[in-house]
């Protein structure tokens, strides 16, 4: 028994000066601005991490590629980096520039307002599936469960895979799932 308590002893003393280590740590760094000056607000978490050396997640494809700028201005307006960056796998079906010229005129800039956060963050989510399938593998599919918590449809049209009446254009392996580059962009359907 006087074992036991004397390893707590040892783990609680050691927590306890690893906490205050790291609150001497913080409180000695200081932020040099001078009064008036306004700050950049810094983007913080794993989405702004670099890696040299693994594969590109899906948002650093996206990023990457310039077919996809207007998806990477939705993400980044949804504030939904962090979450692509994830370990998942994540099976993100990417619209191009070209899909999103497509909708009515004023749709996107309607959705990229802030008040609208909300709605692009769903449309976004719903091109995001739990998985890493090949384009070949999706045919087996009816539907897939998407990251908004609904559905959507696959046909399989003269063998190819239709996502939600979309066309896969190419397929790109990414360090964290697959990125499939979509010609439509999905709506979800409503929930009127």
Do not use: R
Not at 127 to 146: A, C, D, I, M, R
Not at 156 to 169: D, F, R, T
Request: hydrophobic share 40%.
């Amino acid at each position: 028994m006087k074992a036991n308590k004397g390893i707590i002893w040892f783990v609680l003393g050691f927590l306890l000066m690893f906490s205050c280590k790291n609150a001497n740590n913080e409180s000695s760094t200081t932020n040099d601005v001078s009064v008036g000056e306004n700050p950049q607000t810094e983007k913080t978490g794993q989405a702004y991490v670099t890696d040299d050396e693994g594969k590109p997640s899906v948002l650093a494809i996206a990023i990457g590629s310039q077919d996809h700028t207007t998806l990477v201005a939705a993400v980044q307006a949804a504030e939904l980096e962090n979450a692509l960056v994830n370990a998942g796998p994540l099976m993100v079906f990417a619209p191009t520039n070209e899909a999103f010229a497509a909708l009515p005129e004023g749709t996107v800039e309607n959705l990229l307002k802030p008040e609208n956060k909300e709605a692009l963050a769903n449309i976004l989510k719903y091109h995001v599936t739990p998985g890493n399938y090949s384009k070949e593998f999706l045919t087996k599919f009816k539907k897939l469960g998407q990251a908004n918590n609904q559905y959507v449809a696959v046909e399989v049209v003269e063998g190819e895979p239709m996502i939600g009446g979309a066309k896969i254009l190419a397929s790109i392996p990414a360090g964290n799932g697959i990125v499939h580059v979509i010609d439509k962009v999905l709506l979800p359907p409503s929930n009127e």
